[in-house]
């Protein structure tokens, strides 16, 4: 079946721009998460969702980020006036719960780049 | 809140040689534990992953972990590693909390480089 779609798959941006990075996830999944992969800094989190709220958002690094969902389904991460150390992959995750033994399903990320 | 430490960053090793990638993580209480791997140009995908019972767990491709609680550890092995296990791996652990939201923190990664 269809995985964890994420668009778009790059996107370049210039420093001071806002940028949104959408995530469709698994049809059914309840739990959708962000996370940002910086070289050498792994995976870092920064947003968890359960169906339309956002019950932990501690990971967002400053106020210029948000994201919301919609309909439990897809969903956007806005990053505003973006600086040159916003570049990374953004990677989304989805899980049909939030049980602690359902593993996370990624998507392929975007990659971030501001110059 | 939990941590989780991958001390090796980059490893780089000859076809059949054997495989340890150590994973230590902090929290005190019960843990869910998982190894997840993103080969090159691919999304990250689990790998295996530790709930309870037998601390020796099997996970794809011949990749097996051991949970040892009193060292907080959860380290990956493999026996006879292949060209095609060149990938990233990312430790992640999970509070084994009964139902609500348990947040899920990865290590740092590890880039495996196999040399044929």
């Known amino acids: 079946g269809a995985g964890v779609s994420q668009s778009p798959s790059n996107k370049v941006t210039e420093k001071g721009k806002d940028v949104e990075l959408r995530c469709d996830p698994i049809s059914g999944h309840t739990a959708l998460y962000w996370y940002r992969q910086s070289l050498g800094q792994g995976l870092e989190f920064l947003i968890y969702?359960?169906?339309?709220?956002?019950?932990?958002k501690s990971g967002l690094p400053s106020d210029r980020f948000s994201a919301e969902r919609t309909g439990g389904s897809v969903s956007t991460l806005t990053i505003q006036r973006t600086q040159q150390e916003d570049s990374a992959v953004y990677l989304c995750a989805s899980s049909p719960s939030t049980g602690h033994n359902s593993p996370l399903h990624f998507g392929n990320g975007t990659r971030l780049t501001v110059t | 809140a939990q941590s989780v430490s991958q001390h090796n960053h980059h490893v780089i090793l000859s076809e059949a040689a054997s495989l340890e990638l150590g994973c230590n993580y902090s929290y005190g209480g019960t843990v869910n534990l998982f190894w997840y791997v993103q080969y090159p140009g691919q999304h990250l995908q689990l790998l295996l992953k530790y709930f309870s019972g037998d601390p020796l767990v099997k996970g794809i491709k011949g990749f097996e972990a051991e949970f040892i609680k009193s060292k907080f550890s959860f380290n990956l092995r493999k026996p006879s590693v292949q060209w095609s296990d060149t990938a990233e791996y990312f430790c992640a652990v999970n509070p084994g909390l009964s139902g609500g939201y348990q947040k899920v923190t990865f290590g740092t990664g590890t880039k495996l480089q196999v040399i044929p």
């Open positions: 969702f359960q169906g339309n709220s956002a019950p932990d």
